[in-house]
């Protein structure tokens, strides 16, 4: 069974930093690629940042292009999610992602295990 589980959400102020990880077990973690994404309330989903399998590829969204940074340890099955210079609109539920295939993408449904989310706060 696999199981993907976030952790290291918070409240942050902004302009400050935040480092959210996600831990998957019962697949072959360095085969896949990984992905984050994220609600705001009465919003609908949205890609944030992938990974692909080795590491060697990411993609990130506009709205976080330069800010957030998406790494992955496949010898502890680790992916991170580093957040610098957030702002209010960051605020949102963070969701973490095991890909179907190796290579990364921002379509939900090109993704097979979902975490249950951590949330991220920003206040202003």
């Known amino acids: 069974q696999v199981q993907v589980v976030e952790s290291g959400g918070g409240l942050v102020q902004a302009g400050g930093s935040l480092r959210v990880s996600c831990t998957v077990s019962g697949r072959t973690f360095s085969s896949y690629a990984m992905g984050w994404f994220r609600q705001a309330p009465a919003e609908e989903r949205e890609f944030v940042a992938g990974?692909?399998?080795?590491?060697?590829?990411?993609y990130y969204a506009d709205s976080v292009k330069g800010r957030f940074t998406i790494s992955r340890d496949n010898a502890k099955n680790v992916v991170y999610l580093q957040m610098n210079s957030l702002k209010p609109e960051d605020t949102a539920v963070y969701y973490c992602a095991g890909g179907r295939f190796g290579r990364l993408s921002p379509r939900e449904s090109e993704y097979a295990y979902w975490g249950q989310g951590t949330q991220v706060t920003v206040s202003s």
């Open positions: 990974i692909s399998y080795s590491g060697g590829t990411t």
